[in-house]
Each structure stands twice: as C-alpha cells, then as structure tokens.
C-alpha cells in the first residue's frame, strides 16, 4: 500500500529479488550446516586429543585454506598493518572462546552445546547497554527466550548447573566480546586478511599452552578426520562461504540462516553420536532457537518500510 503523498509507505521486498540472493542463502545455508557438524567433531575431538593442541592446529589449517585466496587478491593489499593489529586482537579473544567451548565439549552434548554458545546472539545487546547502547524489544523479548531455554536445557543436577554447560556460558559471553571487537574493526580492515590473521593469532596463541600437553600428543592420530574436517571446513571453506554469500543476499537472510547452526548441532549430534535430547531438552532447544529469530526482529522490518 502506497500514499502518493508520502506520509505512509508499506514496501514489500521480495524475499528473494534475483537469483544471486537465492545463491546466497543457499551458500550461508550449507555453511550453517559445515559449522553445525563443526560441533560433533570437536566433541569427538574433545573426548581423545588435548584441546589446546587440538584447536590450535585446526586454526592454523584453516589460517592456510585462506593463503591462497590471499594471494591471488594481493597479499601486500590484503595484510595492512591495521589487518594485523585488529587480528591479533581479535585472535586472542577468539582463542579463549574457542578453547573454552572444547574444553566444555567434553562433558556437554554437541546439540546443546550448539545452542548455549548460541547465546552470543543475545548477550551482544546486553554488553552493548555497558557501552551506552539500546535494547529494544525485540532484543529483550529474545534475551527472555533464550534464559529460558538455557533453564530447560541445563536442569538442575545435584543442586548445581553442569560443569560443561556453565563452560558453555563462559564461552557464549566470551564470544560475544569478540563479535563486537570484530563489528568495531571490521568496516576498516579487509575481510580476508583480518581473518587469516586472526586464525593464524588462534592457532598459534592455542598452541602456547597446548605444550604442557604433549604427553597427550600421540593421541591425534585417533582424531586425524575430525581435526581436518574442524580446520579445512569449519574454519576456512565455512568462513569463505559465508564471505561470499553475504555479498549475495540480504544482511537479515544472512543472519537467520547463520543462527540455524545450533539446529544443524542438534541433528548431527542425534544422527552421528546418537545424543538423546529428553522432551524438556527439546524445549529449551526451541526456546533458543526461538530467541535467535526474534533478535533479529529490527533488521526483518527492513523488509516493510513504513514512512
């Protein structure tokens, strides 16, 4: 509905305009999918090799995915100096979140793992109130949904929260520490060369630790696959899908599509570790998910301008 006088405008966009924008979901949805069977093999992983060691070199294999990428865009355009201090920054914090997340992978589900990390998504607004941000609605009703679905997904057991979903927490608000760090380098540095050298800081920051680990060495050869799957596709096809796709589609498709990792989590954890999730584990993944959907309520109103 249109008023020629201006005063009130309804626009519907289609949601998808061209065939491009149909690309585009397609790609950010295989990645949601890469990075949702990202959870069941570092749970394997988790449970035979040193996590330490174990993350550090699957970012340093997904640091060397992106080489070539960097090369053929120019590596002297693509790695500035403000490209290497933003990602060592940022490889820092990713490196505790990361290692924190497989270090709670041992004693958590990959399902739910997937969907308590997923908490990031509303913990950003609430760390943006600290910096003098706003919540609106849409981020406090989702901030509601997802402490709800964490109270069904992590019950009480013997009077205390599991050791590896508390972790999870930790790892969440890690994350989304570094989600905004990213937002606020981001729009200066170029995306390839920020992010190759914020997996090669991870990696090689992991790897510091993972030398009091060596007695634990000799098993990674039991985990071979899932550490090549976490670094080559996780960390560097994933990234470079999404990358891709998002210069494809629309911003709000773009972050939906990406949020369904935790669902995809879920369905490989069932599929391939035969993980059981109990009726009120089902709830709070649905609560969850809810919440994933329902923080990015603002950027679906850009779908219909109302002027």
């Known amino acids: 509905m249109i008023r020629e006088n201006g005063s009130l405008r309804f626009k519907i966009l289609k949601p998808f305009p061209n065939l491009k924008s149909f690309l585009g979901d397609l790609l950010l949805l295989l990645a949601a999918m890469i990075?949702?069977?990202?959870?069941?093999?570092?749970?394997?992983?988790?449970?035979?090799?040193?996590?330490?060691?174990?993350?550090?070199?699957?970012?340093?294999?997904?640091?060397v995915v992106l080489i070539p990428p960097l090369f053929i865009k120019g590596i002297k355009n693509q790695l500035r100096a403000q490209e290497i201090y933003a990602g060592i920054i940022t490889g820092f914090c990713l490196c505790i979140g990361t290692n924190l997340q497989q270090i709670g992978l041992k004693w958590t589900d990959a399902g739910k793992a997937g969907f308590i990390t997923g908490l990031y998504v509303v913990?950003?607004?609430?760390?943006?109130?600290?910096?003098?941000?706003?919540?609106?609605?849409?981020?406090?009703?989702?901030?509601?949904?997802?402490?709800?679905?964490?109270?069904?997904?992590?019950?009480?057991?013997?009077?205390?929260?599991?050791?590896?979903?508390?972790?999870?927490?930790?790892?969440?608000?890690?994350?989304?520490?570094?989600?905004?760090?990213?937002?606020?380098?981001?729009?200066?540095?170029?995306?390839?060369?920020?992010?190759?050298?914020?997996?090669?800081?991870?990696?090689?920051?992991?790897?510091?630790?993972?030398?009091?680990?060596?007695s634990q060495w000799g098993t990674l050869q039991e985990v071979i696959w899932p550490l090549l799957y976490?670094?080559?596709?996780?960390?560097?096809?994933?990234?470079?899908?999404?990358?891709?796709?998002?210069?494809?589609?629309?911003?709000?498709?773009a972050a939906i599509i990406m949020s369904l990792e935790a669902v995809f989590a879920v369905i490989f954890g069932v599929l391939i570790l035969q993980e059981n999730l109990s009726p009120r584990e089902l709830?709070?993944?649905?609560?969850?998910?809810?919440?994933?959907?329902?923080v990015q309520g603002d950027k679906l109103r850009g779908n219909f301008e109302l002027k």
């Not at 990075?35 to 997904?62: C, D, H, K, Q």
């Open 123 to 214: 913990l950003v607004p609430v760390i943006g109130l600290f910096l003098g941000r706003k919540v609106n609605l849409f981020n406090s009703i989702g901030i509601l949904f997802a402490l709800s679905g964490l109270f069904f997904l992590s019950p009480w057991q013997g009077g205390s929260i599991n050791q590896g979903d508390l972790i999870m927490i930790l790892c969440a608000l890690i994350y989304a520490i570094y989600i905004i760090i990213v937002g606020k380098f981001s729009p200066e540095c170029n995306p390839l060369g920020f992010s190759f050298v914020t997996f090669l800081s991870c990696g090689i920051l992991s790897l510091f630790p993972g030398v009091f680990e060596r």
């Open 35 to 63: 990075w949702g069977m990202g959870y069941v093999a570092r749970r394997i992983g988790s449970l035979e090799a040193p996590p330490f060691t174990f993350n550090g070199l699957r970012f340093l294999i997904g640091a």
């Open 283 to 294: 709830i709070g993944c649905f609560l969850m998910l809810s919440s994933f959907v329902v």
């Open 230 to 253: 976490s670094g080559l596709f996780a960390v560097g096809i994933a990234y470079s899908l999404q990358v891709t796709a998002q210069k494809l589609t629309l911003p709000n498709h």
